[in-house]
């Protein structure tokens, strides 16, 4: 063996690399490329949710049928005990209060669904993380769409329920996709923010049960935050109406129910709604690839 000094000696390992153009494995790419990276797995993206989508059910007996019937076996629940026992349609006839209802819950489902989803999207995947080189906000996005998925099968019921009690289609439904696009948006940014603090802290998926049973409870799911607050401070209902999930699921009723009109609607109610889908979206898709590089390890 030669004792002949090799031209590298005394070069640290970050001049090795940049003279022989190494990069360092899993480092994050800058903001526009990790962009363009996810642009080129969109398929990947929409095949993912697809599975996860149809594997869902699959041991069950009812299969996909479970995406309706679980929420609305919820709502008939909720009907039971806010509707008739509690009192909490104050106000609305039956032909208004089953769908406001109905409504409620099938759209809180959706940012509930994903938020759960997302917690788990990291953590629930590191197989997947480990073993392949890809952009990670695809895992919490497909769980998202997944989610929108679920919702517009499910939606069938929901114009179901709502022809049933007299709110026949008119121009007022054609609110229903932007409302989908915003909700869409800001659900996605919630599923990016708890990815990355689930991939962290694991334990959070036991947590957000109660968190997200709380949210629901405040945002009107099962009565109409104004009417029942009525005796209350103005500035709580005002906070209240606009929480995000507020927000959208009053715009849902809004274009889908006879007799909820935008007298029950927040001021500014669409700047409101376009500033939570943007602000989120943006937000956490930016805090989620600030920690690209962490994902999968230790």
């Not at 076996?73 to 208004?96: H, K, P, W």
């Not at 935050?225 to 209240?240: C, E, R, T, Y």
């Not at 935008?262 to 376009?274: I, K, Q, R, T």
């Amino acid at each position: 063996m030669s004792d002949r000094p090799s031209p590298d000696d005394g070069i640290s390992a970050a001049e090795l690399a940049a003279k022989y153009g190494l990069s360092v494995s899993g480092a994050r790419p800058g903001l526009a490329e990790y962009v363009r990276q996810m642009w080129g797995r969109r398929h990947f993206i929409l095949a993912f949710s697809q599975a996860k989508l149809t594997a869902q059910y699959s041991q069950a007996k009812l299969g996909q049928l479970w995406q309706v019937a679980t929420p609305l076996l919820n709502a008939l629940v909720y009907f039971l005990i806010f509707g008739l026992i509690l009192d909490a349609d104050r106000g609305m006839s039956r032909e208004v209060y089953i769908p406001f209802l109905v409504t409620g819950v099938f759209v809180f489902t959706f940012t509930q669904s994903s938020v759960m989803a997302g917690v788990r999207a990291i953590s629930g995947n590191l197989g997947l993380v480990r073993a392949l080189h890809f952009p990670r906000a695809s895992l919490p996005i497909s769980f998202a769409l997944q989610q929108l998925q679920q919702l517009l099968f499910s939606m069938i019921v929901m114009f179901a329920v709502a022809i049933g009690f007299g709110s026949y289609p008119k121009l007022s439904w054609l609110l229903i996709l932007p409302v989908l696009v915003l909700q869409f948006c800001f659900n996605t940014g919630l599923a990016l923010v708890f990815a990355r603090m689930g991939a962290k802290t694991p334990d959070l998926a036991q947590l957000m049960p109660f968190v997200m049973r709380t949210w629901m409870y405040a945002s009107g799911v099962m009565f109409s935050i104004p009417v029942m607050l009525a005796k209350h401070p103005q500035w709580i209902s005002d906070v209240l109406q606009w929480n995000p999930a507020a927000i959208y699921m009053d715009l849902m009723r809004f274009a889908l129910i006879d007799g909820y009109g935008s007298e029950n609607l927040p001021p500014h109610v669409w700047a409101v709604a376009g500033g939570w889908a943007v602000l989120v979206a943006l937000g956490g898709f930016v805090y989620f690839w600030k920690a690209e590089e962490r994902y999968g390890r230790g």
